[in-house]
C-alpha cells in the first residue's frame, strides 16, 4: 500500500527552493511547459485573490522533491517571482484601500508591496511519495489526471516503462531538421519513433492510438531495433540533404517541395518499410534518392497515384490506408528498381557489343600484319636464294 505525507511551503520558500534544486521537475512523465501568457497570469492572479490551489504531489527521494503533478504552476510561481513575465488579461486587484488596481502589464517587481506580499505568503501544499516505483509514480500520475485533457500522446506516455529510450531515439538530426520546437513539446518526435517501431516490425501496421497506446506500454526496445531505426533515420536523413541541396534554377524549386513532401509526417513513416528494404538490398543512396524523387513527383498532388494522395488525407493512420500506400508504394518501388535493372542490363550489352567489334578489329589488324610479315619473309627468303639483295640500305 501505497504512503503519503504532506507539507506546505508558502510561494517565496518555493521559489527558492527550485533555485536550489530542492524542487526538481526531472520526471520524464511530466508534460512539458505548456501553458500561454494568459493562464500563467490567471493563476498568479488567483494567488493574490486567495482562491483555493489544489495540492501538487511529488516524489521524494534523498530530500530531494521531483514533482509529479504540478510542474505548470510551480514553474508559473518561480518565473512570475523572477520576473520573466508581465501580466495579461486578468482583472483588477482591491487593495486594502479600497483601491482598484490594474495590474496588466506590471512584471512581479512592477506590483506594489502588499501586492506582492500576497503572492509571497500564499501557502501551498505538496502530498509526496517515498520509496516508489516508476510503474506506481505512473500510476499515481494516470490517476490524477484522469478527466484531465491530455492529447493523446501525453496519455501514451504516462505508463510507457521505455520513455527515455524512446527520447534518446527521437534526438536524431532527421527529426531535430523536419521538427519545429514546438513540436518537440508536444513530444511528436516521441510519437513518431514509436510509430516508426510499429512500421517497421508489424506486418500490418495500424497508427491509430489504440494500437499505439498499448505498443508504447509495452514495448522494450532491443539493441537490433534501435540500429534499425537509426539507420532507417539515417537514409532518410541523407535523402533529404540529397534532394534540398538542388539549387539549379530548373529544378531547385522542384525538389525542395519534394524534399518537404519526403519528411512530411504521414510520408515519412509510409516509406519506413521501403527504407529498410533498400538498406537490406544494398541500394546506394544515390539510387534511393532518385526513387523518392520520382515518386514524390506529383505536380498538383504529393505523388501521381490518386490512392496514394487519397488515403493520406483523414484517417491516415487507419489499418486499410495504411495498407494501401504501402503497396502503392512497393509496386512503384519495384517497378523503378526493375526499369533501372534493364537500362544497365542494355547498357553491359551495348558495351560488350562495342568490345567484341574492338576486339575483331585488332584481330583482323594482327591477321592482316601477320600475313604482311609473312609475305615480306617469304619474298626475302626467294632473293636470298636467288642471289638478289632487296633491303633498301644494300640496295642504296
Not at 509529479?68 to 501580466?87: E, P, S, V, W
Not at 490524477?144 to 529510450?165: A, H, P, Q, Y
Not at 510509430?195 to 501496421?205: E, G, N, Q, V
Request: aromatic share 8%; net charge negative; glycine share 2%.
Amino acid at each position: 500500500m501505497l504512503k503519503k505525507s504532506n507539507i506546505s511551503w508558502n510561494a517565496r520558500q518555493i521559489s527558492k527552493m527550485i533555485d536550489k534544486g530542492t524542487i526538481v521537475f526531472d520526471s520524464i512523465i511530466q508534460r512539458n511547459l505548456v501553458w500561454d501568457n494568459d493562464r500563467k497570469s490567471l493563476f498568479i492572479h488567483s494567488l493574490i485573490e486567495d482562491y483555493i490551489v489544489y495540492p501538487m504531489v511529488a516524489r521524494k527521494e534523498n530530500k530531494i522533491y521531483s514533482v509529479t503533478d504540478g510542474k505548470q504552476r510551480l514553474n508559473c510561481i518561480h518565473d512570475y517571482m523572477n520576473n520573466k513575465f508581465a501580466l495579461t488579461n486578468v482583472p483588477e486587484v482591491t487593495l486594502d484601500d479600497g483601491y482598484d488596481l490594474v495590474i496588466n502589464g506590471m512584471f512581479y517587481s512592477d506590483l506594489p508591496e502588499e501586492v506582492q506580499d500576497a503572492i509571497n505568503s500564499f501557502m501551498l501544499t505538496i502530498y509526496y511519495y517515498e520509496d516508489i516505483s516508476d510503474d506506481q509514480e505512473a500510476e499515481i500520475f494516470f490517476r490524477i489526471n484522469n478527466g484531465v485533457k491530455l492529447t493523446n500522446i501525453e496519455v501514451s506516455r504516462i505508463k510507457c516503462k521505455v520513455l527515455e529510450t524512446i527520447n534518446k531515439i527521437g534526438q536524431h538530426e532527421l527529426f531535430t531538421t523536419s521538427l519545429t520546437e514546438k513540436a518537440f513539446e508536444k513530444y511528436t518526435h516521441e510519437d513518431l519513433v514509436i510509430k516508426s517501431y510499429i512500421m517497421l516490425t508489424s506486418d500490418s501496421p495500424c497508427l491509430d492510438t489504440k494500437v499505439v497506446r498499448p505498443t508504447m506500454e509495452a514495448v522494450e526496445f532491443t539493441d537490433d531495433d534501435i540500429k534499425l531505426l537509426n539507420s532507417v533515420y539515417d537514409r532518410i536523413l541523407n535523402t533529404y540533404k540529397a534532394i534540398i541541396a538542388d539549387d539549379s534554377v530548373e529544378t531547385g524549386k522542384i525538389s525542395k517541395r519534394i524534399a518537404k513532401r519526403l519528411i512530411t509526417r504521414t510520408h515519412m513513416l509510409s516509406i519506413m518499410p521501403i527504407v529498410k528494404k533498400s538498406l537490406e538490398d544494398n541500394i546506394s543512396d544515390e539510387v534511393f534518392t532518385n526513387w523518392v524523387k520520382n515518386f514524390f513527383s506529383g505536380t498538383k498532388s504529393v505523388t501521381k497515384y490518386n490512392e496514394y494522395n487519397t488515403r493520406c488525407a483523414s484517417g491516415s493512420g487507419h489499418a486499410e490506408n495504411v495498407k494501401v500506400r504501402l503497396n502503392i508504394i512497393k509496386k512503384d518501388y519495384d517497378k523503378f528498381m526493375k526499369k533501372l535493372q534493364k537500362e544497365t542490363e542494355d547498357n553491359v550489352d551495348v558495351v560488350d557489343d562495342v568490345d567484341v567489334e574492338e576486339n575483331l578489329a585488332v584481330v583482323t589488324d594482327i591477321v592482316t600484319d601477320e600475313n604482311k610479315e609473312t609475305d615480306t619473309t617469304d619474298t626475302a627468303e626467294t632473293d636470298i636464294e636467288t642471289g638478289t639483295e632487296t633491303d633498301s640500305v644494300t640496295a642504296a
